[in-house]
């Protein structure tokens, strides 16, 4: 049975920016949109990685240095874990196969419209060329994303292009980076992926995210392969001893 999808509230997406906006101050560029696509990455994984893991790797030492006093600690830890617990919710895997047509992940990205984009420009706070990236909803989202794939590349392997499962997985990622590609590679991008078809920017981000559920399923097959445990075989007091004496072990190294 699927279960239902939670949602991040109003007030847990401020609490997050609030710690991005922090980061910042201390000389790291990130953003909530890029935070966002990193912790999916996460949730996707083949494995459960832990935030002792993550955290270092996403903000090096400038989470330390932004949050010293134990408080601010347990705030800005408890915003980060409470959106991954969010997307490991949307990313649920019985529920992906159980309704695999459902949009379930809901991704935080910023959309700005042209109106928007020119009100940015007349105030001053971007030329219009910087401003032009504010239109590729979803570009922060995948690089973060991405950022994460690169950096526990272990737990995401190349995919074997050899065969049909390879090839479906690297189609998935490619759906994800598309949303990074500027206009002219993305309209090449379309036109081999959607021939005949004009996709616009909000159907590229459904794409993306689609492809993320279908990549969190991906490694139901493919997830990490358990060692093999191998058990010494014992030898009982009443066999031969393995030396080659011809005794029983009890009468011979095993007597000690």
Same mark, same amino acid.
């Given at each position: &049975?699927?279960?239902v999808?939670?949602?991040? +509230?109003?007030?847990?997406?401020?609490?997050?920016?609030?710690v991005?906006?922090?980061?910042?101050?201390?000389?790291i560029d990130?953003?909530?949109?890029?935070?966002?696509?990193y912790? =999916?990455?996460?949730a996707?994984?083949?494995?459960?990685?832990?935030?002792?893991?993550?955290l270092?790797?996403? @903000?090096?030492?400038? @989470?330390?240095r932004?949050?010293?006093?134990?408080?601010?600690?347990?705030?800005?830890?408890?915003?980060?874990?409470g959106?991954?617990?969010?997307?490991v919710?949307q990313?649920?895997p019985?529920?992906?196969?159980?309704?695999?047509?459902?949009m379930r992940?809901?991704?935080?990205?910023?959309?700005?419209?042209?109106?928007?984009r020119?009100?940015?420009v /007349?105030?001053?706070?971007m030329t219009?060329?910087?401003?032009?990236?504010?239109?590729?909803t979803?570009?922060? $989202?995948?690089e973060?994303?991405?950022?994460?794939?690169a +950096?526990f590349? !272990?737990?995401?392997?190349?995919?074997?292009?050899?065969t049909?499962?390879?090839? $479906?997985c690297?189609?998935?990622?490619?759906?994800? =980076?598309?949303? &990074?590609?500027? !206009?002219d590679?993305?309209?090449?991008?379309?036109a081999?992926?959607?021939?005949g078809? +004009?996709l616009?920017?909000?159907?590229?981000?459904?794409e993306?995210?689609?492809?993320v559920?279908?990549?969190?399923?991906?490694?139901l097959?493919?997830g990490?392969?358990p060692? =093999?445990?191998?058990?010494?075989?014992? +030898?009982?007091r /009443?066999?031969?001893?393995?030396c080659?004496s011809?005794?029983?072990f009890?009468?011979c190294h095993?007597a000690?």
């Open positions: &049975m699927s279960r999808a939670r949602s991040s +509230t109003e007030a847990e997406i401020d609490a997050l920016d609030k991005c906006e922090r980061l910042v101050g201390f000389g990130v953003s909530l949109e890029w935070v966002d696509g912790l =999916t990455a996460l996707a994984s083949r494995r459960a990685i832990d935030a002792s893991e993550w270092p790797a996403m @903000f090096g030492d400038a @989470f330390e932004a949050f010293a006093d134990p408080a601010d600690v347990a705030q800005a830890l408890a915003a980060l874990n959106r991954w617990q969010v997307l919710s990313l649920d019985q529920s992906l196969l159980d309704e695999p047509e459902d992940l809901s991704p935080l990205m910023l959309s700005f419209d042209e109106a928007a020119a009100e940015l /007349n105030e001053g706070h219009a060329e910087e401003s032009v990236d504010l239109l590729n979803g570009a922060l $989202w995948a973060g994303f991405m950022e994460a794939v +950096t590349a !272990q737990d995401w392997p190349e995919p074997d292009l050899e049909d499962d390879g090839r $479906w690297e189609d998935c990622l490619c759906r994800v =980076t598309a949303l &990074m590609l500027p !206009q590679e993305l309209a090449e991008h379309c081999v992926q959607y021939p078809e +004009t616009e920017r909000d159907q590229l981000v459904d993306a995210c689609y492809a559920q279908d990549l969190r399923v991906y490694w097959e493919h990490v392969k060692e =093999t445990r191998r058990v010494e075989v014992k +030898t009982g /009443n066999d031969v001893c393995p080659g011809g005794k029983k009890k009468k095993g000690a």
